[in-house]
């Protein structure tokens, strides 16, 4: 079965620090993995997604994220973090079907501390 | 103007209350879902459509029923609303041909 796991309920960063989000997965297959943000009251934003190519991705707002096969991971990172970067975010996999269905993690909330 | 809005953004109904939640897109996209979020355990799906005519259980489609009325509306029911149906409810939508999906702001269901 395909699944997503963030370790982290939360992560705490001060501003101008470097973050990492991390997620893991397991598939069968090549991955098709993606990275959404959601503020307070709002809905989810996409962020950015891997489907082949170039292990390091970049994304909105200054994100990034870089697969790794070995370690069947895909951990959202920024240089340098904002106080305006504080959210919940989401990390999701497609489903192996043609679907399109996205398999979610269970969410990491980002605090970026001024 | 948003892409997918969501009617209604907030909701409170008794138990046992019928409650329909409509979600409508001007993306031009084909496929549409139905998703539920409870806190530390994500996004689940409810259910997904491909188009007017085919729509497919997702893992978590009991208690709830879905209607595609036309290609930009897709809307979400709760026969008998029970108070483990409270949540945070999203519709997405996505092309045939691309892989990320687009959300609405989210209703938030509250059943008492």
């Known amino acids: 079965a395909q699944s997503v796991a963030q370790p982290e309920d939360q992560v705490n960063v001060a501003e101008g620090n470097p973050l990492t989000v991390k997620c893991t997965y397991s598939?069968?297959?090549?991955?098709?993995l993606f990275w959404y943000v959601q503020y307070p009251n709002r809905g989810l934003q996409f962020l950015l997604k891997y489907i082949t190519g170039d292990n390091l991705v970049k994304g909105s707002y200054g994100f990034e994220a870089e697969f790794n096969k070995s370690q069947t991971s895909f951990h959202l990172k920024k240089p340098s973090a904002l106080v305006s970067d504080s959210a919940l975010y989401f990390c999701?996999?497609?489903?192996?079907?043609?679907?399109?269905?996205?398999?979610f993690g269970q969410g990491t909330t980002l605090q970026v501390k001024p | 103007d948003a892409d997918v809005t969501q009617t209604p953004r907030n909701r409170i109904t008794k138990t046992g209350k019928r409650i329909m939640l409509e979600c409508s897109q001007t993306?031009?996209?084909?496929?549409m879902y139905w998703y539920r979020q409870d806190p530390g355990l994500g996004l689940r799906l409810i259910y997904y459509s491909f188009d007017v005519k085919d729509i497919n259980k997702g893992e978590i489609s009991d208690g709830y029923s879905v209607s595609r009325q036309a290609q930009a509306k897709f809307s979400l029911s709760l026969e008998s609303a029970i108070p483990n149906q409270t949540a945070l409810y999203f519709c997405?939508?996505?092309?045939?041909?691309?892989?990320?999906?687009?959300f609405g702001p989210g209703t938030r269901l509250t059943v008492t």
């Open positions: 598939v069968s297959g090549n991955p098709y």
């Open positions: 999701a996999v497609r489903g192996l079907s043609n679907t399109g269905k996205l398999i």
């Open positions: 997405a939508t996505s092309g045939t041909s691309s892989y990320e999906q687009y």
């Open positions: 993306k031009g996209h084909d496929r």
